[in-house]
């Protein structure tokens, strides 16, 4: 079967591509608005599962990759920023505590309706961080389109002092360990 990764995230493209298999890249049209109470963790499922099914109808006998992600500072929901004054105040609010990062992963079989559905949690402990250094950060990696406003590959790796979870692939968007685990229920072996 094809697989088809349904996203329009560079970031995730790359992981995907460490597992050499060949793949396509559709970005699905949803509402990510999150609902009245939801959490960071229903919502990174919810998308997910939202992404692939999207997409299902259009790529029959696919083997579609969904996920979504969302941060949680205590009870708020930290989404992409968007701009730079949100990405600063996401920071800010981040300094000195920890966020946890649910990526919601789907993997649908167009052809028999099987669906693989986990959310992975990943958390990161920030460093104390001052108004001068987060604008610093932002200013070099322009983190707008990530969610709680840092990218981990890169420069925003100095802004934690501790990370803990079970696969660090998920903190940028594509949980892998997860991902060959489904795709090997699928029949599919990566090496």
């Known amino acids: 079967m094809k697989l088809l990764l349904a996203s329009g995230s560079p970031y995730r ?36 599962e939202a992404k692939a099914r999207a997409l299902a109808e259009s790529y029959p006998d696919h083997l579609i990759i969904a996920s979504d992600q969302a941060a949680q500072l205590g009870q708020t929901i930290l989404g992409k920023p968007g701009t730079h004054h949100r990405a600063s105040e996401q920071l800010l609010a981040c300094s000195n505590q920890a966020v946890t990062f649910y990526t919601g992963l789907c993997l649908l079989n167009t052809r028999t309706g099987k669906k693989q559905l986990d959310c992975i949690p990943f958390t990161v402990h920030f460093r104390q961080l001052n108004r001068e250094q987060v604008e610093r950060y932002i200013k070099k990696e322009e983190p707008l389109d990530c969610a709680g406003s840092f990218k981990c590959e890169g420069l925003g790796i100095t802004l934690f002092t501790k990370m803990s979870g079970d ?25």
């Open 167 to 191: 696969d660090p692939n998920s903190l940028t968007g594509l949980p892998l360990i997860r991902l060959t685990d489904m795709l090997l229920n699928e029949g599919i072996s990566i090496i």
């Open 13 to 48: 493209k790359q992981l995907l591509e460490r597992l050499e298999l060949e793949f396509s890249c559709q970005a699905p049209d949803i509402d990510e608005t999150p609902l009245p109470g939801e959490t960071a963790e229903a919502l990174s499922l919810r998308l997910s």
